[in-house]
């Protein structure tokens, strides 16, 4: 059986149980009230009689008032008997000058006992509904009690067309409640059907079907959860389709950066083994066999590098770090090797005295050593390569600037991904493309943030920023 037809079948049987409870029971009730509503009239009015009773003739103000509320007048002396009977009602002319007994001996008893009106739907061998209120001068206890009451009989063909009514209504409520109870199953159904469509969607491939999020109830929640977890899976789709293009790029990009060198080294050595080198030649094969090696060398610790980078898994040694005597310390290391390749290596002086960083000074020579390496590639022949820092807000910013080509802006992005080769100044493209994607890491590794830049001249300015610490003194951070 469908969701709708069950949810439609529970709500007429609820509808059925409830309407017809109401049916038997909101007639019978709106009945009790009418006569109840009827009897504290006729006590209020028998009240107001009780007091006008004792200064005038008995009898006029008896029938005055049952002929103005078209109800009938007993009245009763202290010992409940019965003096006077004002009506044409058979059962009441009897009472004549008897004790009252039963129910109506206890509402003239509540009346004299509360000292006012007090009303009752007397059901015994009268069938009325009466109100009685006790007679008394002014600062006297009561002498006696005046009844007025009036026969249900006569009332019960306006009781039963209240009775009709309020039954007509009743089914007429049912029939709307049954029919919003179809309506509502319908809109139920429908905003089901469109999360169970958009499920099946996404189970057969189309993670793009959303469902629309109506309302703020609990389908409505279901529609924004259906919804969040759509696009998470479709996020990880894409993301799983990217990581595997990326796997088949870096699997591509290893194998041609390794087949260059492991070729070179394979070549020159056979050619060593098999004596075809000159003795003469012989010491330059040695040096092309050791270089390359040393590329492959890189290479590899590159890739390790930035494997373990991307996987979370690189050991930072975390230290407080002074930056221009760690500028000038790189410097003196890397000054020398890049002066026997016809590059100058130029250390600004600083601006202001020195700041300090919480950073792996390791990390950060391999950070400064690849964006150098990366200017003296891209930068002509002779040219030097300058090395700045400055303070940006509460940052520290290293600056490598090349007098290179420099990098368009459509390609400021892309440099720092992995195996990206810009082409250098005589258009060809060197080195794995892995350098300045480890810089990138390292540098978010530490807090940091990476960047490129025009250099004022022309050429390319690279930088790093760091967190500054705050100064507290000559010898060290706060």
């Known amino acids: 059986m469908r969701i709708s037809t069950r949810l439609l079948l529970t709500y007429l049987l609820a509808v059925a149980l409830v309407g ?72 009441a002319q009897a009472l004549e000058g008897a004790t009252l007994v039963g129910p109506e001996a206890q509402l003239v008893r509540r009346a004299l006992g509360e000292g006012h009106g007090v009303g009752a739907v007397l059901s015994g061998r009268l069938g009325v509904v009466a109100g009685a209120a006790p007679l008394a001068l002014p600062g006297g206890p009561p002498v006696g009690a005046i009844v007025l009451f009036q026969a249900v009989e006569p009332l019960e063909p306006a009781l039963r067309q209240t009775e009709r009514l309020v039954a007509a209504w009743t089914v007429a409520g049912l029939v709307a409640a049954a029919v919003l109870a179809s309506l509502m199953s319908r809109m139920i159904v429908r905003r089901l059907t469109a999360v169970t469509e958009a499920a099946r969607a ?45 796997r088949r790029d870096l699997i591509a990009s290893i194998s041609h950066e390794l087949r260059t060198p492991v070729t070179s080294v394979r070549g020159f050595a056979e050619a060593l083994r098999d004596g075809v080198v000159p003795p003469a030649e012989r010491e330059r094969y040695y040096g092309i066999i050791a270089a390359e090696s040393a590329r492959l060398s890189r290479l590899i610790q590159d890739l390790f590098d930035l494997a373990r980078l991307e996987a979370g898994q690189l050991e930072l040694r975390m230290q407080p770090v002074a930056v221009d005597d760690w500028l000038r310390a790189f410097a003196d290391r890397a000054g020398p090797v890049l002066a026997q390749s016809g590059t100058v290596l130029v250390l600004e002086p600083p601006p202001v005295p020195g700041p300090w960083i919480y950073a792996d000074p390791e990390r950060l020579d391999q950070v ?48 720092w991904q992995r195996f990206y080769q810009a082409p250098g100044p005589d258009g060809r493209k060197g080195g794995a493309g892995l350098g300045l994607s480890i810089v990138k890491s390292i540098v978010e590794a530490h807090g940091g943030r990476v960047g490129v830049e025009p250099a004022p001249g022309g050429g390319a300015r690279f930088w790093f920023a760091l967190p500054a610490l705050p100064p507290r003194g000559p010898h060290g951070p706060a």
């Open 368 to 415: 400064l050593h690849n964006l150098v390496e990366n200017a003296v590639r891209h930068s002509p022949p002779g040219e030097p390569v300058r090395i700045d820092r400055v303070l940006d807000g509460g940052e520290v910013r290293i600056r490598v600037t090349d007098r290179g080509p420099g990098v368009p802006p459509e390609e400021r992005d892309r440099i």
């Open 20 to 91: 017809g409870a109401l049916t038997l029971a909101v007639p019978r009730l709106v009945r009790a009230q009418l006569l109840r509503s009827t009897a504290d009239q006729l006590a209020v009015r028998a009240q107001d009689a009780g007091r006008r009773l004792l200064r005038v003739p008995r009898t006029a103000v008896l029938q005055f008032t049952a002929g103005v509320l078209g109800a009938d007048a007993i009245l009763v002396d202290s010992n409940l008997r019965v003096v006077r009977v004002v009506s044409d009602y058979p059962p």
């Open 202 to 246: 996404a189970a057969e491939g189309d993670l793009t079907r959303r469902v629309p999020e109506e309302g703020a109830d609990e389908l409505a929640d279901l529609a924004r959860s259906f919804n969040h977890m759509a696009e998470r899976v479709q996020n990880l789709v894409e993301g799983l389709r990217r990581s595997e293009a990326l």
